[in-house]
């Protein structure tokens, strides 16, 4: 290109901007990639789905949002680090998975026991304790936007467990937290740390016996193809942190990012008006398949598992931060016996 092409370029370039037109470089959508490692039709599926939806819709295009699910893109522990590098733009993962990469503080909302309903998580997802655990991730280029909750986790096994000696011997799946290993081991069961992609398969050839997760995810990955019983012992809870490199975010143009925080904001309603609903269907589900029997337990079988896992959350205050577990106890008003 001579200078004179350069110069006519360039005019009419400085013409196209007073008249308010966007060169055709900048015109280009800005691409985000959005991966995440459940089903399309799981509750956080649908949410993914809703933030493209609505991001596309309140940006007038100036943003294409790709959703890759069922972990096409990354595995769990690569999504993160993938992230980090800006080799994908926002995930989903569940809070359990942050640990692994350092923040710790994270593995306080895997405590047994620690949430007693929807209500109960909501004062911990609006509380400055959770806002300074996302100010945490800042320092490794993660920004954290919303915290969803998928509610609480049954136990799904190839082999019945209702009293906490049944545990005994039990390969259990688990995600990367210690506070997951230990509460497993509190059982007297094995802990198996895997891949959420690698899950069907390891029931199915017997590498694992069973996992914790919320009914949907049971549902939507089939897994009660592979597992006889489901013991409803609502023993933990699944936090879902969505999340953006944070240097991509902050970098977004000034007419872009407030359109897309208001998508994230109402896409977090959705998803929180959802998640319950989606896992009580998916029990009703489960059990008219005559697959997998669903077994509620008794208030004393519930206790017995309680009161086998209660140390954990003092044996975690090295790893978690005893400051983290106190500040939690007290926005969710935590009683060991409740
Ligand atoms: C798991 O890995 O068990 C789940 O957290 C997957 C998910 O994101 O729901």
Redesign the pocket.
């Known amino acids: 290109m001579n200078r004179r092409e350069i110069l006519k370029g360039s005019t009419a370039l400085a013409a196209a901007a007073a008249a308010g037109i966007r060169p055709a470089s900048a015109q280009a959508p800005i691409v985000i990639k959005f991966s995440?490692?459940?089903a399309t039709d799981?509750p956080?599926g649908k949410a993914c789905e809703k933030f493209k939806e609505l991001a596309e819709k309140y940006t007038g295009g100036k943003v294409k949002v790709e959703v890759y699910a069922n972990s096409s893109l990354y595995k769990?522990k690569e999504e993160l680090e993938a992230l980090q590098l800006g080799a994908v733009q926002l995930l989903?993962?569940?809070t359990?998975?942050f640990g692994p990469l350092g923040f710790t503080e994270f593995e306080a909302l895997d405590l047994p026991f620690i949430f007693h309903d929807e209500a109960n998580f909501k004062k911990f997802s609006s509380s400055d304790l959770a806002k300074r655990m996302f100010a945490k991730l800042e320092t490794k280029s993660v920004k954290g936007l919303a915290y969803w909750d998928?509610g609480f986790h049954v136990m799904g096994c190839n082999r019945q467990i209702r009293n906490v000696k049944d545990f005994q011997g039990l390969k259990l799946?688990i995600?990367g937290s210690k506070v997951l290993d230990a509460t497993t081991r509190a059982w007297g069961a094995i802990p198996q740390v895997m891949?959420?992609s690698e899950?069907y398969h390891a029931l199915q050839t017997g590498v694992v016996d069973g996992?914790?997760?919320?009914p949907s995810?049971f549902w939507t990955q089939k897994f009660f193809e592979v597992i006889k019983y489901i013991a409803v012992s609502y023993h933990g809870h699944?936090s879902?942190a969505v999340v953006a490199n944070k240097k991509f975010w902050e970098d977004l143009p000034a007419d872009v990012r407030p359109n897309l925080e208001k998508a994230m904001t109402e896409s977090t309603d959705y998803f929180n008006s959802i998640a319950k609903k989606e896992n009580d269907e998916a029990l009703e589900d489960i059990k008219k398949t005559g697959k997998t029997q669903v077994y509620f337990l008794t208030p004393e079988e519930r206790k017995s598992w309680v009161q086998a896992v209660l140390p954990v959350h003092k044996e975690m205050e090295k790893r978690v931060g005893k400051e983290t577990i106190d500040a939690l106890y007290k926005v969710v008003d935590f009683k060991p016996d409740a």
């Open positions: 995440h490692v459940v799981a956080k769990d989903a993962p569940s359990a998975k998928n799946r995600q891949a959420f899950v996992l914790e997760n919320v995810n699944l879902y």
